[in-house]
């Protein structure tokens, strides 16, 4: 498979992305990103602020530093801005930072573009970084089509079903060990009404393409459904996609929260924590909040593989991940700090310092051999690496895919796209069109995005 990204200068591509993830270079007019790069012996890192980032940049200097003596500088961001950041100074290979969180998402789209530095050659020099470690998903996600590793994941995470088991047994209940989705639909009719206010079941339908369509983009994969087929031909119209937007929105219309169509993670993660529903399908990485000592709900939260109708699994995959500037003026220093960042000796020495619960896991089979990881996570860790080992983001479906992506399709449109349809879906679960009405029109701007690619 073959995309527009190698056929068009840099320019062309940013304009071909208008309104998605490389917008905000045609604001900047190709000026650069600004301010001096890195120098002598400090590179300067560009990350997202969530908190296993924070601590990083907390340990960064006493560690590695002191180990290395490279200086890091971070500038550390909200997700929407450091994306903008990011896409500004690695699209104009302005070498402002050498290192920048990217996630698999970002990284085979930037690597055919020619703005990362590979990173195969560090890794065969560097057999303490134990690449093999690194689970095969990840490795697979952030792998270009040249065959070449262009990022590290620093964590990862895949989707499973989370439930409450003492509502469960209560209700003389039983969550299969592989539950399909009509099951799913059956238990969340029986839980619904279990305890004051809660719902069967919480599933996103907030606008977004990394909201309400990560979860339903999986839902549409099982069910037998894609975005595009093999040869780029929009499918959005299609029995199956109709038929699993249909389920998923009749679902969280008839049992799910209250206020679906404003419901992201933050939102359900607050109502399964609340006893405000019974079930939430959604990230791996919520479990550590679930089961965190300060949780009304520790303890009492079990959980199953992603629900699937014709295929054998369907969880998610996602990472935010490293990845090196190919205009970085240390390129060397850079991979060492890439290479300390996504250790098992950097997971050892948060373990020690911090706590095993805020190890940023999910991308080495080694964590999860840990006895003192896996006494803090053991209610899910088995579970998350089951789901993260048992993606497929090269084959989700049922069918051949024109590009990689379990929960997104990986071309730099799909950001714009993904968003468009997602106000659609999200509108018809909040009752203001029929979900005929939203995939008509979903269809439409997909088959604007197939013009683009079609026969090539």
């Known amino acids: 498979m073959r995309t527009q990204s190698r056929r068009r200068p840099r320019a ?17 007019c190709w000026a650069g990103a600004g301010g001096a790069g890195s120098g002598g012996n400090s590179i300067n890192v560009l990350m997202v602020n969530n908190p296993q980032m924070v601590e990083l940049q907390k340990l960064t200097a006493a560690h590695f530093t002191k180990e290395t003596g490279i200086k890091v500088n971070f500038t550390v961001l909200p997700e929407n801005d450091v994306r903008d950041k990011i896409s500004q100074d690695f699209a104009n290979q302005a ?6 969180t990217l996630s698999n998402y970002e990284i085979p789209i930037y690597a055919k573009n020619d703005w990362l530095h590979e990173m195969d050659s560090y890794v065969a020099k560097d057999p303490g970084y134990d690449e093999q470690d690194v689970l095969k998903p990840m490795r697979q996600s952030l792998t270009a089509e040249d065959g070449k590793l262009y990022g590290q994941p620093f964590y990862g995470e895949s989707s499973f079903l989370m439930y409450r088991k003492d509502v469960f047994a209560e209700k003389g209940l039983k969550m299969p060990a592989n539950p399909t989705w009509d099951e799913v ?7 619904d009404g279990a305890e004051a206010d809660m719902k069967g079941i919480c599933l996103r339908g907030l606008p977004g ?11 549409v994969n099982t069910f037998g459904g894609t975005w595009f087929d093999k040869d780029w031909k929009a499918r959005l119209d299609s029995p199956e996609f109709e038929k699993a937007t249909k389920f998923y929105v009749d679902l969280v219309r008839k049992h799910g929260e209250s206020g679906a169509a404003q419901s992201g993670f933050a939102e359900c ?28 709900v520790k303890g009492k939260i ?46 050892q020495l948060v373990g020690d310092e911090i706590g095993w619960s805020n190890v940023p896991a999910g991308k080495r089979a080694s964590t999860y051999t840990n006895a003192d990881y896996r006494k803090e996570a053991g209610a899910f860790q088995e579970m998350t ?11 989700p479906g049922v069918q051949p895919r024109p590009a990689p ?4 399709v990986g071309i730099p449109e799909f950001t714009d796209l993904g968003t468009k349809v997602s106000q659609e879906i999200s509108a018809a679960i909040a009752g203001r069109q029929s979900v005929e009405s939203a995939l008509k029109k979903s269809q439409k701007l997909a088959e604007e995005i197939a013009e683009e690619y079609e026969g090539r």
């Open 185 to 191: 639909a059956d238990l969340a009719a029986k839980t």
């Open 405 to 408: 992506g379990i929960q997104f």
């Open 12 to 28: 062309m591509f940013a304009a071909a992305a208008a309104g998605t993830l490389l917008a905000p270079l045609l604001s900047g």
């Open 269 to 296: 993660l607050n109502n399964l924590t609340q006893g405000k529903v019974a079930m939430w399908y959604d990230a791996t990485s919520a479990a550590g909040s679930l089961e965190s000592a300060k949780s009304p």
């Open 302 to 347: 079990g959980y199953a593989p992603a629900p699937v109708d014709k295929t054998e699994s369907s969880g998610w995959l996602y990472t935010w991940a490293w990845g090196i500037q190919d205009a970085s003026r240390n390129p060397d220093k850079a991979w060492k700090f890439v290479s300390w960042a996504s250790s098992k000796e950097y997971e």
């Open 209 to 219: 393409w990394g909201e309400i369509m990560a979860p339903l983009t999986t839902v």
């Open 385 to 395: 690496k089951e789901a993260i080992e048992g993606a497929r983001p090269t084959d």
């Open 95 to 100: 070498g402002q930072y050498d290192v920048a």
